[in-house]
């Protein structure tokens, strides 16, 4: 395999790797997990009540065999009460036979009885481990969703979080806009106060001379306004001819006088 396609399955891995971790959620492992070893229990149960269930067959034939065995004896007895040797002689030999199969069964039946109690044991010791396993499985989903949440919280908050930073940036990117605007708007308006650029909206042919005219016209038009308002203002009432409480004549009578 040359480098570059030992590279590139290296990439491929971590690639895999990475997105794995990302789809993977530690509960979902953990239930997973959990139903698991169910399984396995129920298959250790099953286990069980098919060695009892042999167990029991054994026991019904070794039943079986000894009222057979009985019966046998009886036989046996009664033929010779008939004077019947040879009868009793062949009861005797099948009860021996009887005999040597319960023997046999009895044999299997005590190791059936073995591997159900161990299996019985390890199907306790199994159960409790289970038990163990889903209290423990409960904790760790309640605390990997608490971290999560206040993980997400923070993220929110702090503006860490991916939908968070794209609204951070968006406002920072409207807010560097509206100055950018802000300071074009400043320059536009100090070079047309300083003539450097010229109002489209006034007429075509003014320029800065005609401008200042105007600004002259129109203050003198102020001021001889003014001089009409105050020509066409009542005449003063005429002043006392003494001064309350001088004694003396205004001053435009002693120089008349």
Excluded: W
Excluded at 87 to 106: C, F, G, H, Y
Excluded at 207 to 229: F, P, Y
């Amino acid at each position: 395999m040359s480098s570059i396609a030992r590279r590139m399955a290296a990439l491929f891995r971590i690639k895999a790797n990475k997105a794995l971790d990302e789809a993977e959620d530690p509960r979902e492992v953990l239930d997973y997990s959990y139903t698991q070893q169910q399984e396995m229990l129920q298959k250790v149960r099953r286990g069980v009540a098919d060695v009892a269930t042999s167990r029991k067959r054994v026991d019904l034939q070794i039943s079986r065999l000894r009222q057979s065995g009985g019966k046998l004896e009886g036989q046996a007895e009664q033929a010779l009460a008939a004077g019947r040797e040879d009868l009793a002689r062949e009861a005797l030999n099948r009860r021996t036979a009887v005999a040597s199969q319960i023997t046999d069964l009895q044999s299997q039946q005590a190791s059936l009885q073995e591997q159900e109690e161990k299996l019985t044991f390890a199907s306790q010791n199994l159960e409790a481990k289970v038990d163990a396993f889903r209290t423990r499985k409960e904790t760790i989903k309640a605390t990997y969703t608490a971290a999560e949440a206040q993980t997400r919280i923070t993220e929110a908050v702090t503006g860490i979080g991916e939908e968070m930073g794209d609204v951070g940036l968006a406002t920072q990117r409207a807010q560097d806009r509206t100055e950018q605007l802000q300071a074009r708007a400043g320059a536009l308006d100090e070079l047309l106060a300083s003539g450097a650029l010229e109002d489209a909206t006034l007429p075509a042919g003014r320029d800065d001379i005609q401008a200042e005219l105007e600004s002259v016209t129109t203050g003198q038009d102020v001021e001889s306004e003014l001089a009409r308002m105050k020509a066409r203002l009542p005449a003063s009432p005429a002043h006392p001819a003494v001064e309350r409480g001088t004694g003396q004549p205004p001053p435009d009578q002693e120089a008349t006088s």
